[in-house]
């Protein structure tokens, strides 16, 4: 076993393949035919200077050191460069103690075009044993390589981009008019605006998210697109916007001309610096040093409440092992690495290699934006010819943790309906300002940049329909139930409804609908701490649930020998968005029920106090002085702040509280009693 140490240095004289005379080239390290390192994209430069690091161990020096140079298309496959080997067998061997690097340069060359000139590329190659008498030594160096690699799991600062309309766009349509729509990208991450039906002056007001990496920023592309039902969308026109040209912690606003097409996009950007994520040893625990630990509940204390309104809180996740992971790889062992996630930030464990029982012991530390996220934790084995297996998961909602508990989650399977094989041992802390958490709860949730490409599944539309149907049927019932009090089918019963109907209709005011939803989410308390909890989910749903992943396994296999779905392309299309609909139907119906029966205590609290509140101004304030203050703030709204994204407060409120579904996915399954571990308790800091 070696380790190859590589530091790519620059490129010199690489080749033209834009249409400018230039190119935005980025490299490609593989070894076996396994990518093991590319670097990040420099724009618009034919001498980049990338000065990135690279750490990798080798079984072997037979394999030569493949690299391969391209050119990034957005949108397009990326174009070719140059490619050259490194042999390693000719590298000088280093004592671990005499850390030398080699400079060498690699001449770019490409096989069907043996004597184009496509330039070289500089590197610093070191070579040393892992295994010797100096074994402490490699472990120091192998430490520090490796906190070079983990800051390229850590972001640096925000980038807040609101889109506010486009001017003067290109006609596409037979009409004369488009369906525009707007995609962003920096890196990996992706945004997609929603489409504006017929218009060639499209108003978003959308705001996206993108988090920076790299100290110097980067360059997000931007194209517009024409939306065309049943073909391909049709191009507008692109744009750049250089991050590196902007000032941080100051909201700029552009207007940029769309290349290859016609028109303006009007954007407002924003960077903001931030530190909200890391890593580090379990022996070094930033919550057990006192100091540190105090500063952190001052930051969040009561008496902060205006400071920084968007730093709700702090997190701490202790990864600290797996026992009994599946199996994935032909040896009857795994190469289990783990993925912690909250929202958009998304670190990574080392890999502990052919080990069913790892021991990780990483802490990793968030700030909080929103007290309704759910942290998720997923283990996968690495594959060197693939990407990597997926091993379990688990998802755990922040309000539900107890603080400085150390539990064994039963890891679960990708839709997170039921168990697969093996347990993760974690230990978090959450502390949070309750009253940012709960002003928080009334904008928009953070979009997650990491779209899942929806699927026909003939079990989902199913359930999908199932879960509206139900919802549905409440409101029949109760008409049915009023309707049997007028046709006195139980005198008794009609009787007191015609009295309480008197009643209530000659005494009417308007603060008795808030002061009834009230007293509903407060009996439904009661029933809940007397034992007699309403909270009960459909079995029809979670059988459905269970057999999700083996029905849909059936749904894939079958369209694969019948080819149906790939004939009735626009069918498709239709009966996922028939889907959709209904599980947005369903889902808004649930979050209301979950609301009232207690489902997240901290957001029945919060409709209790808002409730309350309206209850008592729709009490002392006139109904007129209500609706005139409403409407006032309605109409100068945009002449306050002409770039407000629009929100209703009651739907971001509703989309904090878990569906049906969401509430099988986070609930905790009981490991097995082998795996039970021995708890230990600290003082609540939540």
């Avoid at 968030?366 to 060197?384: A, C, P, Q």
């Avoid at 959450?430 to 709860?441: E, P, Q």
């Amino acid at each position: 076993m070696y380790q190859l140490d590589i530091t790519l240095r620059r490129g010199q004289s690489l080749a033209a393949r834009d249409r400018g005379g230039t190119s935005d080239p980025y490299v490609k390290f593989k070894i076996g035919g396994k990518e093991i390192f590319r670097s990040k994209i420099i724009y618009k430069n034919l001498n980049p200077v990338w000065e990135e690091k690279a750490c990798i161990l080798v079984d072997h020096l037979r394999e030569p050191l493949y690299v391969k140079v391209f050119d990034y298309d957005f949108g397009l496959q990326d174009d070719f460069m140059g490619s050259a080997f490194l042999d390693l067998t000719q590298l000088e061997l280093n004592s671990i103690l005499y850390y030398r690097p080699m400079d060498v340069t690699l001449t770019l060359k490409d096989p069907h075009y043996p004597d184009h000139d496509l330039g070289v590329i500089l590197l610093s190659v070191v070579l040393t044993p892992k295994e010797g008498e100096h074994k402490d030594v490699f472990q120091t160096q192998s430490l520090r390589l490796s906190d070079v690699h983990r800051k390229s799991h850590l972001w640096r600062g925000i980038v807040s981009i609101t889109l506010i309309e486009g001017r003067d766009l290109k006609a596409m349509d037979s009409n004369g008019l488009s369906d525009p729509y707007v995609k962003f990208r920096l890196g990996h991450q992706k945004y997609k605006s929603k489409i504006m039906p017929k218009t060639l002056n499209p108003q978003w007001r959308e705001q996206f998210d993108f988090h920076l990496y790299e100290e110097r920023g980067g360059i997000i592309d931007i194209t517009a697109w024409d939306k065309d039902a049943g073909k391909r969308d049709d191009f507008i026109g692109r744009c750049q916007v250089d991050l590196s040209a902007l000032s941080r912690e100051q909201t700029h606003k552009l207007e940029l001309q769309l290349e290859e097409g016609e028109g303006h996009l009007v954007l407002l950007v924003t960077l903001t610096a931030s530190a909200t994520v890391s890593i580090s040893d379990l022996s070094v625990n930033s919550l057990e040093d006192q100091k540190e630990r105090e500063e952190i509940l001052k930051r969040y204390s009561p008496l902060r409440i205006f400071h920084n309104l968007k730093d709700v809180g702090f997190l701490q996740v202790k990864v600290i092992r797996a026992e009994g992971l599946m199996a994935a790889d032909v040896t009857g062992k795994s190469d289990p690495f783990c993925v912690v996630e909250l929202n958009n930030d998304r670190l990574l464990t080392h890999t502990v290699y052919k080990n069913l029982n790892p021991d990780w012991n990483k802490v990793f530390t968030f700030n909080i934006k929103d007290i309704h996220s759910v942290l998720e934790v997923t283990v996968y084995d690495e594959d060197r010819d693939r990407s990597a297996d997926f091993l379990g998961k688990v998802a755990i909602p922040l309000l539900s943790i107890q603080n400085g508990e150390q539990k064994a989650y039963v890891l679960k399977n990708k839709q997170l309906t039921g168990p697969t094989k093996g347990v993760i041992y974690l230990e978090i802390d959450v502390i949070f300002n309750a009253v940012k958490a709960s002003l928080r709860t009334l904008i928009p949730k953070e979009q997650k940049y990491i779209e899942e490409e929806n699927r026909l599944s003939k079990q989902l539309l199913l359930r999908n329909f199932i879960r509206t149907k139900r919802c549905v049927m409440v409101l029949v019932n109760a008409a049915y139930y009023v309707n049997s009090c007028f046709d006195w089918d139980s005198p008794p019963r009609s009787l007191a409804a015609f009295v309480l109907f008197l009643f209530v209709v000659w005494n009417f005011e308007l603060y008795m609908i808030p002061l009834v939803l009230l007293l509903l989410l407060t009996w439904n308390y009661f029933l809940i701490i007397s034992g007699k909890d309403n909270r009960q989910r459909d079995t029809v749903v979670e059988d459905m649930l269970e057999d999700e992943e083996e029905e849909d396994d059936k749904d894939d296999k079958d369209s694969e020998k019948k080819g149906f779905i790939n004939k009735i392309y626009a069918i498709q299309e239709v009966c996922i968005s028939v889907q959709n609909i209904l599980d947005e139907v369903a889902s808004f119906g649930e979050r209301i029920k979950n609301t009232f029966n207690w489902t997240v205590p901290f957001l029945s609290w919060l409709a209790i106090v808002a409730l309350c509140m309206f209850t008592v101004i729709l009490y002392f304030i006139p109904l007129r002085y209500i609706v005139l203050v409403w409407g006032i703030n309605k109409f100068t709204k945009k002449l306050r702040c002409p770039y407000a994204i629009d929100n209703n407060e009651l739907l971001d409120f509703l989309s904090r509280v878990p569906s049906d579904i969401q509430v099988v996915q986070y609930q905790e399954l009981k490991p097995d009693p082998s795996h039970s571990p021995c708890k230990r308790k600290k003082n609540n800091l939540g």
